[in-house]
Nanobody, 117 residues
Framework: QVQLVESGGGLVQAGGSLRLSCAAS????????MGWYRQAPGRPRRLVAS???????NYADSVRGRFTISRNNTKNTVYLQMDSLQPEDTAVYYC???????????WGQGTQVTVSS
């Protein structure tokens, strides 16, 4: 089993910044993918960004250039630096972990990000 604990959400004004963190523990495989999804009310959960152990990254078009994903493999932690936040970024952000050779995802509990205009 894998446990994911998120932190760093909150309320910020448009144009501001927040940094999310997610620490993984348990049966962690070295070669994995970690990242973030988000879900706004009444909307499906969508991928925001992901990163492999080798720091190959992928971003949704809506956040590319504003958000930066990074990771510390020693700490099994992934970060999401969110800059130039806009009201449309308001959502619950979920960290995920994907082990190698599996399509199954483990999820964090979610952290609320609210951007006021």
């Amino acid at each position: 089993q894998v446990q994911l604990v998120e932190s760093g959400g909150g309320l910020v004004q448009a144009g501001g910044s927040l940094r999310l963190s997610c620490a993984a523990s348990g049966s962690i495989f070295s070669f994995n993918v970690m990242g973030w999804y988000r879900q706004a009310p009444g909307r499906p959960r969508r991928l925001v960004a992901s990163t492999t152990r080798g720091s190959i990254t992928n971003y949704a078009d809506s956040v590319r250039g504003r958000f930066t994903i990074s990771r510390n493999n020693t700490k099994n932690t992934v970060y999401l630096q969110m800059d130039s936040l806009q009201p449309e970024d308001t959502a619950v952000y979920y960290c995920y972990y994907q082990p190698p050779t599996s399509s199954a995802l483990y999820w964090g509990q979610g952290t609320q990000v609210t951007v006021s205009s």
